[in-house]
């Protein structure tokens, strides 16, 4: 369903009673009694699998998988699947500026790319009460998976001609993924760039955000919009450059302030943040994240442009007792807030 997301961007902002906007779709697995395997594989199961997810919880959009193995893979590095955790990239294919040269840009329908967007365009049919975003990885961050995450850090120093090489190269398949699900009729992406979040300002700057702006540049319009989530602990420290990009919204993870973040953001962004996903989705207790999701909505609910969020992608097997309890506690704390006012 086409939306005007630039309008629904300010719809968040200026409604009184702010809807959740985690990112949440792995746990679905639980409510249809499959396995992660079994999702990576089926366009159909991860709309359905959104599907289910949307029916459980009153959030502002549907969130698509964060499975940052998806590009990678595309590209050739190898994949590790298990049954009830996220896929993960093993090792490195770039290791010097002779592979970087000799690295081929994929085809949109490569590995599983054609899934996931088959996947949307299905659940674009399911879920239409609500902005549908598909995820895809950041520039940096599958750079860091082709070269191998922690020498991807020294090459920024030691041949940062060789990273930008590879980061051109990524940034033209993410930008062909991103408007692949956009012809399929997503309403947007998460675009997660969780690597730069712990690069230095201006490291950031030059290897992660010039790149992301160039693509954000090439796809969004005001019915297409690009989230920005970055996780890492540096974000604050870059929020200059992350705000460059022209992202409406930005998502952070539970590593930073938020409320010293939220000094930064201009009123006409939205940020989200910051609940622990691990430590509280999925390994907390009702007790405990209904505490984590009021202490953030008590520190940042005074800002018209903050959407109480996940930190991160929330795990598979998290507990949906947990899940529920936060989206419980914001329900309690904008109808309480607004009939106070």
Same mark, same amino acid.
């Not at 902002?13 to 990576?40: C, E, H, W, Y």
């Not at 520190?299 to 947990?322: L, T």
């Given at each position: ?36 395997? %079994? ?25 698509? @998988?964060? /499975? ?27 290791? %010097? ?31 239409? %009460? ?9 520039? @940096? ?83 297409? $919009? ?12 870059? $929020? ?35 609940? %622990? ?46 899940? /529920?309890? @936060?989206?419980?506690?914001? /329900? ?10």
């Amino acid at each position: 369903m086409k939306r005007n997301m630039k309008q629904w961007v300010e719809e968040l902002k200026n409604s009184p009673v702010k809807r959740a906007l985690p990112v949440l779709s792995f746990p679905g697995i639980q409510l249809m009694g499959i396995t992660v395997k %079994d999702l990576i594989g089926s366009s159909d199961l991860q709309a359905q699998c959104m599907k289910a997810v949307a029916d459980r919880v009153d959030s502002a959009a549907s969130v698509s @998988f964060m /499975d940052l193995s998806v590009e990678a893979e595309c590209f050739g590095s190898e994949i590790r699947v298990s049954e009830d955790e996220v896929p993960t990239v093993i090792g490195s294919i770039v290791k %010097d500026e002779e592979d970087a040269q000799a690295l081929q840009v994929p085809e949109v329908g490569s590995g599983r790319s054609r899934i996931y967007v088959d996947a949307i365009a299905k659940a674009m049919d399911l879920i239409t %009460d609500r902005p549908v975003l598909a995820g895809v990885i950041g520039p @940096f961050s599958l750079a860091g998976r082709l070269l191998d995450v922690s020498e991807a850090m020294i090459f920024c120093y030691d041949d940062p001609d060789m990273v930008h090489t590879v980061l051109e190269k990524v940034s033209q398949f993410i930008t062909k993924y991103i408007l692949a699900f956009k012809v399929a009729g997503a309403n947007g992406v998460v675009m997660a760039e969780p690597l730069a979040g712990l690069l230095s300002p201006a490291l950031a700057e030059e290897f992660s955000a010039e790149y992301v702006k160039k693509i954000i540049d090439q796809v969004q319009d005001d019915e297409f $919009i690009v989230v920005y989530h970055n996780c890492g602990n540096c974000t604050i420290q870059q $929020i200059d450059s992350i705000l460059a990009t022209g992202s409406p919204i930005l998502h952070f993870g539970n590593a930073i302030d938020i409320k010293e973040m939220m000094t930064h953001i201009p009123e006409n962004i939205v940020a989200a943040g910051n609940v %622990d996903p691990a430590g509280e989705f999925k390994n907390g207790t009702v007790e405990s994240i209904t505490a984590a999701t009021r202490k953030v909505l008590e520190a940042c609910g005074c800002y018209k442009n903050f959407i109480i969020s996940s930190g991160c992608d929330i795990p598979p097997m998290s507990r949906w007792e947990n899940i /529920d309890a @936060f989206f419980n506690t914001v /329900d309690g704390f904008y109808k309480s807030t607004c009939t106070s006012m």
